[in-house]
């Protein structure tokens, strides 16, 4: 069976009615039999047949042994820092998602975590931070904003030589793109409410574990600190699920092409795409994206200020100014003034988010309009600047 074809039919047609769309359980609680006798279920926090479902078809579309869904993807992040203890460290990318680095180090840091932000572009800068007391190798690939792209089967080795567990947020390529267990990696993270979703509708995250043991601790987590995701929610999702290889197959080919044109803009000092052979680790990205490099593109401007990516945000029609990405809807943002602004700005320059970055999220809008848009965003970026001169 190929692709396509697994993942609508890992969506299972119901026994009881024969609906071939996931009925939502909209409940609280469950009739039981007698006291502990019940059908499966007992509290909603629990379990709940519709995000039953919804963690299975996830667990299958990354290969694991189970999947557990989180009412964020920050619920889903915690949920994994919590298998730590005090003392424990992590070694993290560098270039990591600002509400990652927020819980890690105004939450995590109090109870003891320790985290170390290395560039995971070169999988031996790993090696110097592993210690008896590093638990957790925390990945993005690629990573947000700037595109890193770290190796994740090399990671991996030179993690588990050492008994660590090796995260990666798998949020920007999607299953679709790159299946981070078959590289080698033990925990993946994802927020739903990106690709997975893909509609911009609900916010969600996720868990997948390649163990059983793994599963086991991960589910005793999410019932203890109840952080779940609401059945409308997990139907929601199920139902983007269900056009994933569409939707990332078209993104991925716009991006690639928006990139190509991006190049070649006087504007713009830098693009960050791995589509682009100029990507440092372009081949890499090839070979584990399954040649397919993401919907998101990132660029600075020449004009490296805040003041320049202020007027190319609020200048673009068909990208629309907003937090997120992986929407049918293309989308545009200021890292430095939105996702990323609560990482300090010395942080931000030295992991590679100038002031002037500024990230794309490409829709499944015809190219030739995104092109079109961005050429008259940047066009008003030459005319303020010839009216300041």
């Not at 043991?213 to 019932?223: S, V, Y």
């Not at 983007?240 to 928006?258: H, M, P, S």
Request: charged letters at 20%; one cysteine or more.
């Amino acid at each position: 069976m190929r692709k396509t074809t697994n993942i609508i039919h890992s969506i299972p047609v119901d026994e009881l009615t024969g609906s071939i769309s996931v009925p939502i359980y909209q409940t609280a609680t469950y009739v039981q039999q007698a006291p502990g006798v019940n059908k499966g279920y007992d509290y909603g926090r629990s379990n709940n047949p519709t995000r039953n479902v919804l963690e299975s078809i996830v667990a299958k579309l990354e290969g694991g042994n189970a999947a557990y869904a989180f009412a964020t993807g920050l619920a889903a992040i915690d949920a994994v820092l919590k298998l730590l203890s005090t003392g424990d460290e992590i070694v993290a990318v560098d270039d990591i998602y600002g509400g990652a680095y927020r819980l890690f180090t105004h939450v995590y840091q109090k109870f003891g975590i320790k985290v170390h932000y290395v560039d995971t572009t070169d999988a031996t800068n790993i090696s110097t931070y592993i210690n008896e007391k590093t638990k957790l190798i925390w990945l993005e690939s690629p990573t947000n904003p700037t595109l890193k792209i770290s190796d994740i089967k090399k990671i991996a080795a030179i993690a588990h030589a050492k008994n660590v567990l090796v995260v990666v947020d798998n949020t920007f390529a999607s299953p679709i793109a790159q299946q981070p267990f078959a590289l080698g990696a033990d925990i993946i993270i994802h927020s739903g409410t990106k690709y997975l979703g893909g509609h911009s509708d609900l916010v969600a995250g996720l868990v997948v574990l390649k163990t059983k043991e793994l599963a086991e601790q991960i589910k005793f987590i999410q019932n203890a600190s109840g952080g779940i995701l609401g059945p409308q929610d997990c139907w929601l999702l199920i139902r983007g699920i269900e056009t994933i290889t569409l939707r990332v197959e078209r993104q991925c080919k716009t991006a690639l092409q928006l990139a190509q044109y991006l190049q070649q803009c006087d504007e713009i000092a830098e693009v960050f795409y791995p589509g682009l052979p100029s990507h440092k680790n372009h081949l890499i990205a090839k070979e584990q994206q399954n040649g397919l490099f993401g919907g998101v593109i990132s660029f600075s401007l020449k004009e490296n200020t805040e003041e320049a990516a202020t007027q190319f945000v609020t200048s673009t029609k068909y990208f629309k100014l907003a937090e997120s990405l992986g929407g049918v809807k293309s989308l545009v943002c200021h890292p430095a003034q939105m996702t990323h602004k609560s990482i300090p700005r010395e942080k931000r320059l030295k992991s590679g988010i100038a002031d002037s970055l500024i990230r794309l999220s490409c829709g499944i809008e015809d190219v030739e309009d995104l092109i079109a848009d961005v050429e008259q965003a940047l066009e008003k970026i030459k005319i303020n600047q010839a009216v300041t001169i």
